[in-house]
């Protein structure tokens, strides 16, 4: 175990207070020293360094075409499908999708497939993508059946975050765009989500109108769906909203029917005033609003992603997805606050839960807190640190959490960019087996190790140092069920590290975290028993 010096974290602190507002990724460098075990002048943040160098996280940036986005996707018969082929790639790319199922067409300018698929059944669609540099395949089975949505966890933006009730029309549209342009929509991100404060007046008929900040509803669901990009919404059982906007409450069927109208894809359903009608918490008077909209839902002729937001209350993950609410996620804990100590208490409480996460439904420990946040005050950087944001995405993808940004996708800097498109991260959240990690191994100076077997039969780990120092965390394959010589690969620098017998350790900084692949067992032949740290070389 290495100790960071005290002179090393003045300097840190000294960084962050004087970088403000301009956030500290800089940091990834400084630490790569301080693996090597250095403290030289040199760890002192310059004002010569503006745009800094990421040896940590590598980029997705292969002008080889990637089909990214999970390989397991579904919907109901019948109803509206819309899916953007998530590819990156230079461009110009060209596609070709082969052998859809009947009711579905692809448009190869856009890259978008549409259409309602006629009858159950699972069918594996062929995508190729290309451009000048080669090209790429895929397989994705689109399965088609009744309650077959979110068969990997959702992932896209949602508006509170940032904006809070400040929300409006321009702001979704804005973050839409960049969604494109920042090309997260290419890695996978599809939801856009308008939180809390759309909402106005019920009119005399008791219809739900939205206030002056969105003009048009439908309109703005037809622009989301134009881009291949999916329509979130959110309403509470109760007479209110948490920010006191008009709740559902009594009116579900009716605004069921307007979501559906609007072309609404995704909807949150937040407790917030029905605790005022639920006074006495029991199971069934927790269940019952969730029970009435899922019916509710269930009228309409739409595919809505049905996201239970109670803050985990009456252990919602053990009855969330029964028949009756149909939840396809469910949040598991109070609001997330962009500080250590909260995204660290939400993160890692969640190994008792993994078993009650899966294909269809899923744990949410809430958005990621990285980026530029606000919650209605003007933006401004995440307060966790660049090894903390780490650890924070390393952790939601193990989790298989939904990965909801809920940032100012306008402002995205170089080192959030790195941290929300790397493909093999991202890929492991998708993994289509959809078993949550648990933890392996704990230590008492903070070190922990996680995993989740992938569909494919390897083993994603992560070694996390919630500890204060520099720390060695040892992945011992006796922990994690393995035994033999494996292939180990490091996901966030994207390259395979080498061969390891026994165990795989990293040196891991102060709220930081390695994310490893493990493979299948190897031929026996040469392999370390102990690795440096993979930040060095
Ligand atoms: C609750 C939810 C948040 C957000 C706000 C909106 O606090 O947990 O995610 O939706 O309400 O008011």
């Known amino acids: 175990m290495r100790k960071v010096l005290p002179v090393k974290k003045l300097f840190l602190l000294l960084g962050s207070l004087w970088l403000g507002v301009g956030g500290a990724p800089w940091l990834a460098e400084p630490r790569a020293k301080a693996a090597l075990g250095g403290v030289a002048a040199t760890d002192r943040p310059s004002r010569a360094i503006v745009e800094p160098s990421y040896p940590d996280l590598a980029a997705n940036d292969e002008p080889t075409p990637r089909i990214n986005g999970p390989r397991v996707i579904g919907t109901t018969p019948g109803r509206e499908f819309i899916y953007r082929l998530p590819v990156t790639g230079a461009p110009p790319l060209t596609y070709a999708v082969t052998n859809l199922p009947p009711g579905l067409s692809f448009d190869a300018a856009t890259g978008i ?30 399965i088609a059946g009744k309650r077959q949505l979110a068969l990997t966890p959702p992932m896209g933006w949602n508006s509170w975050n940032v904006w809070g009730t400040a929300v409006s029309d321009e702001k979704i549209r804005a973050a839409a765009e960049a969604l494109e342009q920042t090309g997260l ?52 059982p109760g007479p209110f909203t948490c920010g006191r906007y008009i709740g559902s409450w009594r009116r579900e069927e009716a605004d069921a029917q307007l979501y559906a109208s609007w072309g609404v894809d995704y909807l949150k359903h937040d407790w917030c005033s029905y605790d005022g009608i639920a006074r006495l918490k029991t199971l069934e008077a927790l269940q019952q609003p969730y029970a009435v909209m899922r019916a509710a839902l269930d009228k309409t002729d739409r595919d809505m992603v049905y996201a239970i937001c109670q803050y985990g209350l009456g252990e919602v993950w053990t009855w969330a997805r029964k028949p009756a ?69 390393t952790l939601w993808a193990l989790l298989a959490a939904p990965l909801m940004l809920g940032c100012d996708l306008t402002r995205l800097n170089e080192f959030t960019r790195r941290l929300l498109t790397n493909p093999e991260v991202i890929a492991i959240d998708q993994d289509e087996l959809g078993v949550a990690a648990t933890r392996r191994d704990a230590a008492a100076d903070g070190t922990e190790v996680w995993a989740r077997p992938l569909a494919d039969g390897r083993l994603a780990v992560g070694l996390f140092n919630r500890g204060e120092d ?46 490893v692949i493990i493979g299948g067992r190897l031929p026996s032949g040469p392999a370390r028993r102990k690795a440096a740290s993979p930040s060095q070389p």
Request: charged share 25%; with cysteine; glycine share 12%.
């Open 113 to 142: 497939i549409r259409g309602r698929v006629e009858r159950e059944g699972a069918t594996p669609v062929v995508i190729t993508a290309r451009n000048r540099q080669g090209a790429a395949r895929a397989t994705i089975r689109i």
């Open 185 to 236: 929509a290419a890695c996978g991100y599809r939801y856009v989500c308008i939180d809390d404060g759309w909402q106005g007046r019920r009119a005399p008929d008791g219809t739900m109108q939205p206030n002056e900040r969105f003009p048009d509803m439908k309109a703005l669901g037809d622009f989301l769906h134009a881009k291949g990009l999916l329509f979130g919404a959110y309403t509470s």
């Open 325 to 393: 609410i149909g939840g396809n996620l469910w949040r598991t804990t109070g609001d997330i606050e962009d500080t250590w100590a909260s995204v660290s208490e939400i993160g890692f409480r969640h190994s008792p839960l993994a078993a009650f996460a899966g294909p269809g439904g899923w744990n949410d420990p809430d958005m990621l807190v990285v980026g530029a946040l606000g919650w209605g005050e003007p933006p401004r950087p995440t307060r966790l640190t660049p090894d903390e944001q780490i650890t924070h995405m």
């Open 470 to 515: 520099m720390q060695t965390v040892t992945a011992k394959w006796s922990d994690l069920g393995l035994t033999g010589r494996r292939a180990v690969r490091d996901v966030w620098q994207r390259r395979d590290v080498g061969a390891f017998d026994q165990v795989f350790a990293a040196l891991v900084p102060p709220h930081g975290a390695r994310l």
